[in-house]
C-alpha cells in the first residue's frame, strides 16, 4: 500500500496567521520590507520601512522564505509619511501601484541609491553616480493601463488578482488624470464587462481574462479608448526620459570620431525613442532592430538619416548572427540596448557574432539582470566607465539604470 505524502508542516510560530514581532532589517527588490521571524526563517512584508518594528502576521511560505502582513507598527520611521493618494493602502480593497508612497521621496531616492550600490558592488564595480531624481514625484506618468470588469475601473491591489476601484491617480499627468475621470463617466459598461480569452503561453489553452484592459496615453482621448487594444510603447516619464536621451547623446558625442563610419546597432529599438538621438549624434549607418513590426513601422516613416532597420526577435536563435551578418551589422563598434527586464540574457553568444565590438550603452529597467549581463561583458574584457541610476517611477521600488561599458585592450 502506498504511503500518503504529507506536505511538510510549518515551524511552530511560522504557522498561517501566527503572530511575531519583528525589526525591519532592510528593503527586498521589489520594494518589501525584509524580516527576520524568532525562528531565524526570512520574511517578506510590505509597506514598512528598515529601522521600524512591529506585530506581523504569517500569510504565507516560499521555499525558504515567508510572507508576512504588517499588523500594527510599535515603532515608526522618521521617513514614514501620510501617502497623499486616497488610495493607497496594504492589503485587500487598497490599490498596489505605487507600493512606497508613504516614505518620504528623499528617502525613496536613498533606499534606490543603496540597493544599486550594494548591487554592483557584488561585480567589484563601485563607482556610482548620484541618482537622477525625478523632478515631478507625482503627476509625472504619461501613459497608463487600468483594468475594468465594466462596473468599477482601477488597478489591481498588491500580489494579488483583485481589482481596486479609483476615482483618481495622482502620479499621472493632468491630461491623464482627466481622461481617466471621463472614462468613469461612461460606467457601467456592457461592452467591457465581456472579458476576453488569451491564450496562456506554457499551456496553448485559451482562458478568460479577469478583466478588460482599457490603454490610455496623452495622445488618446476617452471616447477614442480601444479595450485590450495596448498604446503603442513610450517611456512613461517624458522629463527623464529627457534626461536619458541626454545621457546617452553626451556618450555618443565622446566616441562619434572613432566610430562613426561603422555601424551603430541599436538592439530593441522600438519606434525610435533613441534611434532619434544616434541619428542626430553624426552616426551615418545605424541599425534599429525590433521584434514588433509595427514599432519598426512607426520608426521606418520618421525617415531618420542613415538608419535602416530590421525585424527579428532578439531571443530566438540564430539571432545574433543574423544582426551581425556581413550585409548588416559585422563592422559594428558601438552597441546601444534598452532590453525589457529579462536583459540580453546571453552577452557570449552576442560577443562570438559582435567581434570589433567597442563601445556598449546599455539602458535597463531591471537592476538584477543588468548586473548579470554587466558581469558577462567584465569576463570578455570590458571594463564599467560610468552607472548612472535614474528615478523614472517614483513612489515605487524601480529604479532605471544606464551603463558605457569599453572593451580594454589585451
Avoid at 128 to 156: C, H
Amino acid at each position: 500500500m502506498a504511503r500518503e505524502f504529507k506536505a511538510p508542516s510549518a515551524p511552530a510560530g511560522e504557522t498561517i496567521s501566527s503572530l511575531f514581532d519583528a525589526e525591519v532589517k532592510g528593503l527586498a527588490s521589489d520594494g518589501r520590507g525584509v524580516l527576520v521571524h524568532p525562528s531565524g526563517k526570512t520574511f517578506f512584508a510590505e509597506g514598512v520601512w528598515p529601522g521600524e518594528r512591529g506585530q506581523f502576521r504569517v500569510t504565507g511560505h516560499k521555499s525558504s522564505v515567508g510572507f508576512a502582513d504588517l499588523v500594527e507598527l510599535y515603532d515608526s520611521s522618521p521617513d514614514r509619511i501620510d501617502a497623499p493618494c486616497p488610495h493607497y493602502g496594504l492589503g485587500a480593497g487598497k490599490c498596489g501601484g505605487c507600493t512606497w508612497m508613504f516614505a518620504s521621496y528623499e528617502a525613496q531616492l536613498q533606499a534606490k541609491q543603496q540597493r544599486v550600490e550594494q548591487s554592483f558592488a557584488r561585480i567589484d564595480v563601485n563607482d556610482i553616480a548620484e541618482i537622477w531624481p525625478a523632478p515631478q514625484p507625482l503627476g509625472y506618468r504619461n501613459r497608463a493601463e487600468f483594468k475594468t470588469d465594466g462596473k468599477a475601473i482601477g488597478f489591481v491591489a498588491s500580489f494579488s488578482h483583485q481589482l481596486v476601484p479609483i476615482e483618481d491617480c495622482l502620479v499621472l499627468t493632468e491630461p491623464n488624470r482627466a481622461t481617466l475621470k471621463s472614462l468613469l463617466t461612461m460606467l457601467p459598461n456592457e461592452a467591457w464587462s465581456k472579458l476576453p480569452s488569451k491564450r496562456s503561453r506554457k499551456t496553448g489553452k485559451k482562458r478568460r481574462q479577469d478583466w478588460t484592459v482599457l490603454g490610455i496615453d496623452e495622445q488618446v482621448e476617452a471616447d477614442q479608448v480601444i479595450p485590450n487594444l495596448r498604446r503603442p510603447f513610450a517611456q512613461a516619464n517624458q522629463a527623464q526620459n529627457l534626461r536619458m536621451q541626454a545621457w546617452l547623446r553626451d556618450g555618443l558625442q565622446a566616441v562619434r570620431e572613432k566610430n562613426a563610419e561603422f555601424t551603430l546597432v541599436d538592439l530593441f529599438c522600438g519606434s525610435g525613442n533613441f534611434t532619434q538621438v544616434i541619428s542626430d549624434s553624426g552616426f551615418g549607418k545605424v541599425l534599429g532592430v525590433e521584434a514588433v513590426e509595427e514599432a519598426l513601422s512607426a520608426l521606418n516613416e520618421r525617415e531618420l538619416p542613415g538608419v535602416k532597420t530590421f525585424a527579428c526577435d532578439i531571443f530566438s536563435e540564430g539571432a545574433f548572427s543574423r544582426i551581425f551578418s556581413r550585409d548588416r551589422g559585422a563592422d559594428c563598434r558601438v552597441l546601444v540596448l534598452d532590453p525589457p527586464r529579462d536583459g540580453l540574457k546571453d552577452v557570449e553568444v552576442l560577443l562570438k557574432q559582435a567581434k570589433k565590438l567597442q563601445e556598449v550603452f546599455y539602458i535597463s529597467c531591471d537592476l538584477a539582470t543588468l548586473v548579470r549581463d554587466v558581469k558577462q561583458f567584465q569576463q570578455y574584457r570590458f571594463e564599467v566607465l560610468e552607472v548612472q541610476p535614474l528615478d523614472q517611477f517614483a513612489q515605487t521600488a524601480h529604479v532605471e539604470m544606464m551603463v558605457h561599458l569599453r572593451r580594454r585592450r589585451k
